[in-house]
Nanobody, 124 residues
């Protein structure tokens, strides 16, 4: 059974950096042939793919967020981390980590496994 679990602060101040970690069990982010993604859903809106990493360490980013987004990995802990800089209220959303065969998906069915999601609010 593959499980993903997001962790990180639920409140971030404007202009600061949002940092979230996804811990994976039941699969290896360093060995599998899947994409390990960050996806978010702002209130009242659809899913937005933010970026992904792979077993080889290659990273892919949504062009609209690329300048502010960074994904890193800690294969010893089977974790991957999202950093989003210069956050504003527009970054308030539920953030998910997920596994898929491809990048860029905007539907729940595009992903095999999801974390439970974590609410992040940007507010002073």
């Amino acid at each position: 059974q593959v499980r993903l679990q997001e962790s990180g602060p639920g409140l971030v101040k404007p202009s600061q950096t949002l940092s979230l970690t996804c811990t994976v069990s039941g699969d290896s982010i360093a060995a599998s042939f899947y994409y390990w993604s960050w996806v978010r859903q702002p209130p009242g809106k659809g899913l937005e793919w933010m970026g992904a990493t792979t077993a080889s360490g290659s990273n892919y980013y949504n062009p609209s967020l690329k300048s502010r987004t960074s994904i890193s990995r800690d294969t010893s802990k089977n974790q991957f981390t999202l950093q989003l800089t210069s956050v504003t209220s527009e970054d308030t959303a539920v953030y998910y980590c997920a596994r898929s065969h491809a990048i860029g998906g905007s539907k729940w069915s595009d992903y095999h496994y999801w974390g439970q999601g974590t609410q992040v609010t940007v507010s002073s």
